[in-house]
């Protein structure tokens, strides 16, 4: 009863997101104007709207604002009895990736595009589907008789840019300031419901048990204060060669593995044995990248690649600056080169730290007295999720084998979502059930992203079954 509840609902709410899709309303990190621009505000203007009209009993809705920040959509469903008592905090975001290019058949990041099962468009899956899920799921336990705690649905605008916004909101949402209605206060959470994350097939339900914490910034070498000549090469230093010598120091260039020891963690025995049942359900190919040519990668065991997709830092240059396109260049030594620099780092490796040993690490006596500098810092921490308390683990377990049929997976993933942390660290006691629906092929944040539309709906009818076994046990 409850996936038919869930899934007539979702039938209703495809055309809500395609809306959503054609919004673009890029994180503020991509789009600077985001406030004068407006998009922002289509978004959650859409989103806050669908929710206030799904006629939820009690439903309390408002849009929390403070200064210059973006907003967060706030919508408090009360418990279905007044002796349950907790609350569940589900929490997705809204704001999206940029465009990038390579977007299939014509199609574009803000022209949704239906094919089969699969919903294609900037923000579908990552994450403008999730604020449909939560409330649909609330309305699916009450449909279907069930119980749940007090719910409080929580949708940010800001997580693609690290969630710079949220610990401001969270402070005036947790002593009832800011727009927050008169008496009203967020309390003390007992269980979290994140929907930001992905899934390693389509076949169960799957539940994230860590994240990569991430530190980044741009490492810039300057040897001229203008180009010259290239008949000067072999007196001036190259930039590109001392940047190339400067990464060795925080690279082994031969297998990329990270060489700044305070960058590395031990891996707990649960997680371990959680990367070998995963990779014994997923087999060698459990995700599917797109290789170019004879590409292989960097560890061929399955086990062993899920681990260092979780737990081991690894280095990624996302950008390059200083350098003309090839057909523009010309015989000049260029004046500088610079990198934009992404490390992820183990869940629990200390994030500043890290960030503070790659800086001494790359600036410290640069080859021929090279001017280094690096800017625009940023760090986020990782995420370990505590021990899973019995009811949630075997919540999880019944809801997967109702909605898809199978049990679930339990693996950490590779990328951050910096709200889990401060989550954890403000709610100790609590319990964390991260989930979502990109899994593979999905593209989160690069061209032709997709959302699996019969996985949001299992996904969705797993989230009401959680709030009714949470409802039961406390």
Known sequence: MTQAFVDDCWDAIVPVLEDYIRIPNKSPVFDPEWEANGHMDRAVDLIAGWLQDQGVDGLTLF?????????????????????????????GHLDKQPEMVGWLDGFGPWEPRRDGDRLYGRGAGDDGYAAFAALTAIRAVREGGGRHARCVVLIEASEESGSPDLPAHIDALARGGGACPAGWVLGEIDLVVCLDSGCSDYDRLWVTTSLRGLVGFDLRVDVLTEGVHSGSSGVVPSSFRILRALLSRIEDEATGRILVPGLHADIPAERVEQARQAAAVLGPDFERYPYAGATRPMVEDPAEQILAATWRPALSVTGLDGAPRPQDAGNVLRPSTTAKLSIRLPPT????????????????????????????????????????????????????????????????????IPFMAMLGHRFPAAQFLVTGVMGPGSNAHGPNEFLDLPT???????????????????
């Open 63 to 91: 849009v929390h604002r403070l200064p210059g920040l973006t907003p967060v959509i706030v919508a408090e469903a009360p418990a279905t009895d007044p002796d349950i008592t907790g609350t569940v905090l589900l929490y």
């Open 456 to 474: 949001a709906r299992r996904v969705t009818a797993c989230v009401a079954g959680v709030l009714d076994a949470h409802a039961r046990a406390v």
């Open 349 to 416: 490796c200390d994030h500043e730290r890290a960030l503070d040993l790659l800086t001494e690490v790359l600036t410290a006596d640069p080859p021929h007295g090279a001017l280094v500098s690096v800017t625009g810092r940023e760090a986020g921490p990782g995420w370990d999720a505590p021990a899973t308390a019995a009811w949630l683990s075997e919540a999880a377990d019944a809801a997967s084998r109702s909605a898809f049929g199978q049990p679930p997976g339990a693996l950490g993933i590779g990328g951050s």
